[in-house]
């Protein structure tokens, strides 16, 4: 499952949604987003913890593009292994928060 947290201040002093999990919640998350025609990132079926206030809860909904997009990512992170985290960038979230998946790095924020 899926942890999200919303942080005014993350790096640098800039907003991060921030999306944590272990292998098997980024494979569940993978599977759920692959061929959706669209969907929010914090669907309950899929989130374990999800606190994005300030944020409007339309924000989170994604096109069927950045479905399959963010299911890679969350493929990539999981089959390597590794510590690391991507980048990836929700249209309805607009300029303004830029979103980090995290496999690995930031457990101790939740």
């Not at 309950?44 to 339309?58: C, H, M, R, V």
């Not at 928060?97 to 690995?104: A, G, H, L, P, T």
């Amino acid at each position: 499952m899926l942890k999200i947290k919303f942080f005014k201040e993350f790096k640098a002093g800039q907003p991060f949604l921030v999306v944590i999990s272990n292998k098997e919640g980024f494979q569940d998350a993978h599977d759920f987003f692959v061929n959706k025609k669209g969907a929010f990132l914090n669907d309950q079926g899929i989130t374990e913890f999800s606190d994005i206030s300030p944020l409007d809860k339309n924000s989170l909904r994604m096109s069927e593009k950045e479905c399959h997009d963010i299911s890679e990512r969350f493929k990539n992170l999981y089959e390597s292994g590794e510590p690391g985290h991507v980048y990836f960038d929700i249209v309805a979230l607009g300029d303004e928060v830029e979103v980090i998946i995290s496999y690995n790095e930031y457990d101790d924020l939740f």
